[in-house]
């Protein structure tokens, strides 16, 4: 009994490794070790964890049964699959079998390599390796960032167990592994592994030695069918529901029982029978029956306000019961729920006020809360004109609320409201307001997208039914909606201004100085026409001086 129980605790550790994770898409076992195809796409470190889940590593190829086993797996594959050799650090060594590589089970010692005829032997080399049915499942170097199809997993066991031999004619025997596949053609199997026989539908399990069901009840409920429970004698056994009984012959399957009062109700728990030696259906608790009268829901235990009755307790319903948790916003501290300052995480942008369970953001002078995020703050004005909020450390880089404009003064900056309506943001009708504008319809439209009407086709129906006009033109504004402020620039910069300013000058500078150039020329050109003669000699202005008779 001892044995047995010290094996069990074997399996259940090997189980409790190889349970849960991605399963694999084939696999094959060889005399204490396993390897798996997984046709999962990642790069190495992906590819690295998958395996380590079920207590694995990345599959060495350290001879040439190894390969034929890469062979197996990947006959039916294609693409490229990771395997555990890579280069750490330095640069390739074509002196050594493994060229620098080493197997990351931190082994760099090997009676066989297979590397592709084209290594490339340069230090920025890919550290990585991948093989594939393509290349003839050599090994080529990749880079161990890239996505490729698939990786391979090995994985060892203290013991394994052989195939049975089935001496029944006609029984067939399918095989399943912790490791997640399976089959008919199996060679070897870990603990763990559990043998089923399909027409007398017995089952037998690797501890060590192949094991007939109904076994410990911690592994796969003991092979039972439906429930395992421990005996008299402290054996495990098989039950049934009501109205079924145990198979004689390979006690774990459930066989309809003729003779049981409860076999026509069909119940999915228990059947009890009363005083007046009727039979009825029962749940287990934490259940209670369905309408049906034969199967079980899950009973709310919360609807009972006695549950949970601690200050700043809540009860959360189960699958068949029911837990405490603390409030929204308080902790278990010493078995009471004590409130969590979640102020100390400084989650207000501005100011936290903490609050019973909670906590409230609350802003500077000049700002308010964002609509958008509550522990956030926003520029506000709230008028026509405010100050600007400028840089302490550069007066002249100043901001404006959403929706204002800002204009500097002799001595400050200041934040002036603009008036979205005068650029016609609004299809129908408009109202300026501080920050924002106000769109609205007119009556047998709806405002669609915040600024567009769109006619109503339903009250042009009623219209038209009643006689009335489709449409009433002028009619006061309907339909409000506040539209967020027109978003423009805050300030105009001084350095912003000055080049401005500068560009302005120069230009005008430029304009007089060509201006006054052509007109120089051009007087010079005149000057120069009046001292020629129209038979091209000089002529002169002077007067000739006559004497006087």
């Given at each position: 009994m001892k044995d047995a129980t010290r094996l069990f605790a074997v399996v259940l550790a090997v189980l409790a490794g190889r349970l849960g994770g991605t399963d694999p898409d084939g696999g094959f076992c060889f005399e204490r070790s396993c390897f798996a195809v997984f046709r999962q796409s990642g790069d190495l470190t992906s590819a690295q964890h998958h395996c380590k889940e079920r207590n694995g590593h990345l599959m060495t190829v350290r001879s040439s049964g190894s390969r034929d086993v890469l062979s197996q797996l990947l006959n039916n594959f294609s693409g490229r699959f990771w395997i555990g050799l890579l280069r750490l650090s330095g640069c390739p060594d074509e002196t050594s079998r493994l060229k620098g590589y080493e197997w990351l089970t931190k082994d760099d010692e090997s009676d066989f390599d297979d590397w592709a005829p084209d290594f490339n032997s340069s230090c920025s080399s890919p550290r990585c390796v991948t093989v594939s049915d393509v290349d003839g499942l050599q090994w080529v170097q990749e880079p161990c960032d890239a996505r490729v199809a698939g990786f391979l997993c090995e994985y060892h066991f203290a013991y394994s167990c052989e195939r049975i031999n089935v001496k029944a004619e006609g029984e067939t025997l399918m095989y399943t592994t912790p490791l997640g596949f399976g089959g008919e053609h199996l060679l070897s199997f870990p603990p763990g592994s559990i043998a089923t026989l399909m027409l007398s539908n017995n089952k037998l399990v690797c501890a060590e030695t192949w094991l007939q069901a109904p076994w410990s009840c911690e592994i796969e409920e003991g092979g039972c069918e439906h429930r395992c429970a421990v005996d008299d004698d402290h054996q495990p056994s098989c039950s049934c529901p009501p109205g079924f009984s145990v198979n004689p012959l390979n006690k774990i399957t459930c066989d309809v029982d003729a003779e049981d009062h409860c076999a026509h109700l069909g119940c999915e728990f228990a059947c009890l029978e009363a005083d007046d030696g009727a039979y009825s259906c029962a749940c287990d608790h934490g259940f209670k029956l369905a309408p049906d009268g034969r199967s079980c829901v899950d009973f709310n235990d919360c609807s009972d306000e006695r549950q949970c009755p601690g200050e700043n307790f809540r009860c959360v319903n189960t699958v068949g019961g029911f837990k405490c948790e603390c409030e929204h916003g308080f902790k278990m501290t010493g078995g009471l729920c004590v409130d969590q300052d979640e102020c100390a995480s400084a989650p207000c942008e501005h100011q936290c006020e903490n609050t019973p369970g909670s906590y409230k953001c609350s802003c500077f002078d000049r700002y308010?809360?964002?609509?958008?995020?509550?522990?956030?703050?926003?520029?506000?004005?709230?008028?026509?004109?405010?100050i600007a909020e400028c840089d302490p450390n550069d007066k002249y880089q100043c901001f404006c609320p959403d929706g204002y404009i800002a204009e500097e003064r002799k001595d400050h900056t200041v934040c002036i409201d603009m008036?979205?309506?005068?650029?016609?943001?609004?299809?129908?009708?408009?109202?300026?307001?501080?920050?924002?504008?106000?769109?609205?319809?007119?009556?047998?439209?709806?405002?669609?997208?915040?600024?567009?009407?769109?006619?109503?086709?339903?009250?042009?129906?009623?219209?038209?039914?009643?006689?009335?006009?489709?449409?009433?033109?002028?009619?006061?504004?309907?339909?409000?909606?506040?539209?967020?402020?027109?978003?423009?620039?805050?300030?105009?910069?001084?350095?912003g201004l000055v080049a401005i300013i500068v560009c302005c000058v120069l230009f005008i500078v430029v304009v007089v100085f060509l201006t006054q150039h052509i007109l120089n020329k051009r007087g010079k050109v005149e000057i120069e026409a009046t001292y020629k003669a129209p038979d091209g000699g000089e002529t002169h202005s002077l007067q000739g001086m006559g004497s006087e008779a």
């Amino acid at each position: 009994m001892k044995d047995a129980t010290r094996l069990f605790a074997v399996v259940l550790a090997v189980l409790a490794g190889r349970l849960g994770g991605t399963d694999p898409d084939g696999g094959f076992c060889f005399e204490r070790s396993c390897f798996a195809v997984f046709r999962q796409s990642g790069d190495l470190t992906s590819a690295q964890h998958h395996c380590k889940e079920r207590n694995g590593h990345l599959m060495t190829v350290r001879s040439s049964g190894s390969r034929d086993v890469l062979s197996q797996l990947l006959n039916n594959f294609s693409g490229r699959f990771w395997i555990g050799l890579l280069r750490l650090s330095g640069c390739p060594d074509e002196t050594s079998r493994l060229k620098g590589y080493e197997w990351l089970t931190k082994d760099d010692e090997s009676d066989f390599d297979d590397w592709a005829p084209d290594f490339n032997s340069s230090c920025s080399s890919p550290r990585c390796v991948t093989v594939s049915d393509v290349d003839g499942l050599q090994w080529v170097q990749e880079p161990c960032d890239a996505r490729v199809a698939g990786f391979l997993c090995e994985y060892h066991f203290a013991y394994s167990c052989e195939r049975i031999n089935v001496k029944a004619e006609g029984e067939t025997l399918m095989y399943t592994t912790p490791l997640g596949f399976g089959g008919e053609h199996l060679l070897s199997f870990p603990p763990g592994s559990i043998a089923t026989l399909m027409l007398s539908n017995n089952k037998l399990v690797c501890a060590e030695t192949w094991l007939q069901a109904p076994w410990s009840c911690e592994i796969e409920e003991g092979g039972c069918e439906h429930r395992c429970a421990v005996d008299d004698d402290h054996q495990p056994s098989c039950s049934c529901p009501p109205g079924f009984s145990v198979n004689p012959l390979n006690k774990i399957t459930c066989d309809v029982d003729a003779e049981d009062h409860c076999a026509h109700l069909g119940c999915e728990f228990a059947c009890l029978e009363a005083d007046d030696g009727a039979y009825s259906c029962a749940c287990d608790h934490g259940f209670k029956l369905a309408p049906d009268g034969r199967s079980c829901v899950d009973f709310n235990d919360c609807s009972d306000e006695r549950q949970c009755p601690g200050e700043n307790f809540r009860c959360v319903n189960t699958v068949g019961g029911f837990k405490c948790e603390c409030e929204h916003g308080f902790k278990m501290t010493g078995g009471l729920c004590v409130d969590q300052d979640e102020c100390a995480s400084a989650p207000c942008e501005h100011q936290c006020e903490n609050t019973p369970g909670s906590y409230k953001c609350s802003c500077f002078d000049r700002y308010r809360v964002d609509p958008q995020d509550t522990n956030k703050c926003k520029l506000h004005c709230g008028k026509e004109e405010c100050i600007a909020e400028c840089d302490p450390n550069d007066k002249y880089q100043c901001f404006c609320p959403d929706g204002y404009i800002a204009e500097e003064r002799k001595d400050h900056t200041v934040c002036i409201d603009m008036d979205e309506c005068a650029d016609s943001y609004c299809e129908h009708g408009c109202k300026n307001t501080y920050g924002g504008y106000v769109c609205s319809c007119r009556k047998g439209f709806n405002l669609v997208d915040e600024v567009f009407c769109v006619r109503n086709e339903d009250e042009d129906e009623e219209a038209e039914a009643s006689g009335e006009a489709a449409t009433t033109p002028n009619v006061p504004t309907v339909t409000p909606y506040e539209v967020a402020p027109t978003q423009q620039p805050s300030a105009v910069t001084v350095g912003g201004l000055v080049a401005i300013i500068v560009c302005c000058v120069l230009f005008i500078v430029v304009v007089v100085f060509l201006t006054q150039h052509i007109l120089n020329k051009r007087g010079k050109v005149e000057i120069e026409a009046t001292y020629k003669a129209p038979d091209g000699g000089e002529t002169h202005s002077l007067q000739g001086m006559g004497s006087e008779a």
